[in-house]
């Protein structure tokens, strides 16, 4: 069964860092666009980042510069290293997989196959 588990979410003060990890089950990491998107209180999922099966990164504006995503094929995961936080960072990180690139959009949630169930990031002082 294919699985997504998010972890390394948490409460962090503005400046601060995180590393949120994606570890992936029931599928080959290498064959799918891992993406990460995040969903605060009464707004709409926005995509954050991706990486593509090529290793290819693509970021959202508001977080170009201060987030960089890896894939660790090893250890079956992606990872988001969150620098720099920011309150309106505040929301509730999602993983996902697509087997094909969304290439109309990765930013797109409704490209994506399989999602994770998330976990909690606060940024406040």
């Known amino acids: 069964q294919l699985q997504l588990v998010e972890s390394g979410g948490g409460l962090v003060q503005p400046g601060g860092s995180l590393r949120l990890s994606c570890t992936v089950s029931?599928?080959?990491?290498?064959?799918?666009?891992i993406g990460w998107f995040r969903q605060a209180p009464g707004k709409e999922r926005e995509g954050v980042s991706c990486?593509?099966?090529?290793?290819?990164?693509f970021y959202a504006d508001s977080v170009k510069d201060r987030f960089t995503i890896s894939r660790d094929t090893a250890n079956n995961s992606v990872s988001l290293q969150m620098n720099n936080l920011k309150p309106e960072d505040t929301a509730v990180y999602h993983c996902?997989?697509?087997?094909?690139?969304?290439?109309?959009?990765?930013?797109?949630?409704?490209?994506?196959?399989?999602w994770g169930q998330g976990t909690q990031v606060t940024v406040s002082s």
């Open positions: 990486i593509s099966v090529s290793d290819g990164t």
């Open positions: 029931g599928f080959t990491l290498n064959y799918y666009t």
């Open positions: 996902t997989a697509a087997r094909w690139f969304p290439h109309r959009g990765w930013e797109k949630p409704y490209y994506y196959d399989y």
